[in-house]
């Protein structure tokens, strides 16, 4: 062999070898351009740990993650739901049904939720599904599912009589469901899938009222795919005894009865410290706060067990025409209240309601990503009440939220307050962190009580700024942008402009993703199609010829 051509092979080997380094790095940046800068993320303040789904040996057989209908329309949607965390996460199928998919990074479609239409039957497949946060930390999410037409009951207010609850002849009304009778078991441990058209929500006749308790009922509702479900609760609401594994999606739930003490679509009862509750993709639409008492009203409320219940989620959920909170959470470990919108809300003379409302003994929670718009609370947006406790409180994390009062012109009322009611000497110095909020209208604490709230990288527009009192508090400011004129720095959406234009993607709700600003941090990088471009160009310059 020639020393020219020797010379030529040594040359197109360190080139090549150069080349697929670059392409190596190029792709590895690709992998990771979910990835952002450090200071466009807030460190984590509790570790991942899964809310929804949990593994085979905590849940019932029948649970909403184990079973999927075979017909190729009928959609196996979950949400991966993760509480703690360095936000946003990345999602990944590590092991799955063939056709199974989830949204993987925050700019993409179907976001951390999963996705599956199965057209014929098949046993138990294993899914795992790997969550990773901005440090870098990970969490696998494990469980099994089944493709069966078995354990399915169907619904159809509008056919003309009730069948035998197949998808070729569904039942018709609620009274069905439950014949009438509290402790009848003939539908125990079925997932009930609800067709289109509005159905009156009823109870046995005895209470009026339809009660889950010991899994005598379905706990797991679903509106088909494809299809608008709403359910009337003019003249009944739904009690939830010792019953886990709720699962609620693609429901609309209309006319809480406001003929009571406090009005309620689902109550979750003093009774039972229920586990694994889980509300997704649902409207609630109708509700006040009842005609007497009217000091414990919500969408769903949640009174004290005297134990701690687990596994609560609230995602993707939305709330309108209303005068009282979206949730009423009370005596709950492990929670996540993420992406649901509150809107249109109806102020009614007392005024004293929230919309998101964590009143007591809660532990290890985020609420995160909500918006809060058209709508305005005296008790503000976002309430975390400590009352009287049986428990010691402990992380709050209350993160990327959008709260805009459009009605307060003088930035003065309460978008998010931390209170304190009655002490028992349970809670010496519960932490709460508020960071990455878009605020109009006030971060506000009342009374007096030793806890810590740390303040980081906040939007603010508020006349009274932040809230300094110390009285029996601490609060820790950091990197907070409080205004009081709202023109100069966001517009009428909460959205970072002019003034404020600087601070996009660190401060307030607002997420850019690193795909926006050219890879992993922002930096220019080496494409995979500028590497390829590279290769062919010199293996064209060094092609080897004698």
């Known amino acids: 062999m020639s020393s020219k051509l020797i010379a030529c092979l040594i040359l197109f080997l360190s080139s090549l070898n150069s ?36 593994p085979d040996n905590e849940t019932n057989s029948w649970a909403r993650h184990r079973k999927a209908y075979p017909n190729g329309i009928a959609e196996y949607r979950i949400p991966i739901v993760i509480q703690g965390g360095a936000y946003p996460f990345k999602y990944e199928i590590l092991d799955a049904p063939t056709g199974m ?82 402790t009848d078991t003939q539908y125990s441990g079925y997932i009930v899938y609800f067709r289109a058209g509005t159905h009156l ?27 608008k479900v709403v359910i009337d609760y003019q003249s009944s609401k739904v009690l939830v005894g010792n019953q886990d594994d709720i699962f609620i999606a693609k429901l609309k739930f209309i006319n809480a009865r406001n003929d ?20 997704f993709e649902t409207e ?17 409320t949640f009174f004290n067990p005297g134990q701690l219940r687990y596994y609560f989620s609230l995602v993707a959920c939305n709330i309108k025409n209303f005068s009282a909170p979206l949730v009423d959470a009370y005596a709950i470990k ?37 918006t809060s718009t058209l709508s305005s609370f005296s008790y503000g947006a976002i309430e975390i009440l400590m009352q009287s406790q049986l428990f010691t409180n402990s992380e709050i994390e209350i993160s990327y939220n ?31 962190y508020v960071y990455r909020n878009t605020i109009l209208g006030g971060i506000t604490g009342l009374k007096s009580f030793p806890y810590t709230v740390f303040l ?44 404020g234009i600087q601070y996009i993607g660190t401060h307030g709700h607002e997420i850019i993703s690193s795909e926006a600003n050219g890879g992993n941090g922002g930096n220019d990088e080496i494409t995979p199609q500028t590497v390829k471009w590279f290769i062919q160009f010199m293996s064209s310059r060094h092609r080897l010829t004698e």
Do not use: C
């Open 201 to 227: 929500l009823t109870g046995p006749a005895a209470k009026g009222n339809l009660e889950l308790n010991a899994n005598r009922k379905p706990a797991v509702w679903l509106g088909y795919t494809n299809e």
């Open 101 to 182: 998919t989830i949204g993987s990074t925050i700019a993409d479609k179907d976001y951390g939720i999963l996705s599956w239409r199965p057209s014929s039957p098949s046993a138990d497949k294993n899914v795992t599904i790997r969550v990773s946060d901005q440090e870098r930390n990970s969490i696998l999410v494990s469980w099994s599912v089944s493709a069966t037409t078995a354990g399915f009951i169907f619904v159809d207010a509008t056919t003309p009589i009730s069948g035998d609850g197949s998808i070729a002849s569904p039942l018709k009304l609620f009274s069905d469901l439950h014949n009438n009778s509290d």
């Open 260 to 279: 009571v003490n406090n009005a309620h679509f689902w109550f979750f009862n003093q009774n039972s410290p229920q586990k694994r509750m889980t509300f």
């Open 334 to 370: 492990y929670g996540v209240i993420e992406n649901n919108i509150l809107l249109n809300n109806n102020l009614d003379a007392s005024g004293k309601y929230q919309g998101i409302l964590l009143k007591s003994d809660i532990q290890s929670f985020s609420v995160r990503r909500n």
């Open 284 to 300: 609630f639409d109708g509700i006040s706060r009842g005609l007497t008492g009217r000091d414990n009203p919500a969408a769903i």
């Open 402 to 432: 959008r709260l805009i009062d459009p009605l307060n012109s003088t930035k003065s009322t309460r978008a998010l307050v931390y209170n304190w009611q009655t002490a028992n000497g349970k809670n010496t110095n519960p932490q709460i």
């Open 456 to 499: 980081e990288n906040n939007v603010v527009l508020s006349a009274a700024g932040l809230n300094a009192s110390t009285a029996n508090r601490s609060i820790i400011k950091n990197d907070n942008i409080v205004e009081d004129t709202r023109t100069t720095i966001i517009n009428s959406n909460g959205e970072l402009i002019a003034g």
């Open 19 to 54: 080349a697929y380094s670059a392409l190596n790095s190029a792709t590895n940046s690709a992998v990771n351009n979910w990835l952002l800068p450090s200071s466009h993320f807030i460190a984590s303040k509790m570790p991942m740990t899964a809310v929804y789904p949990r």
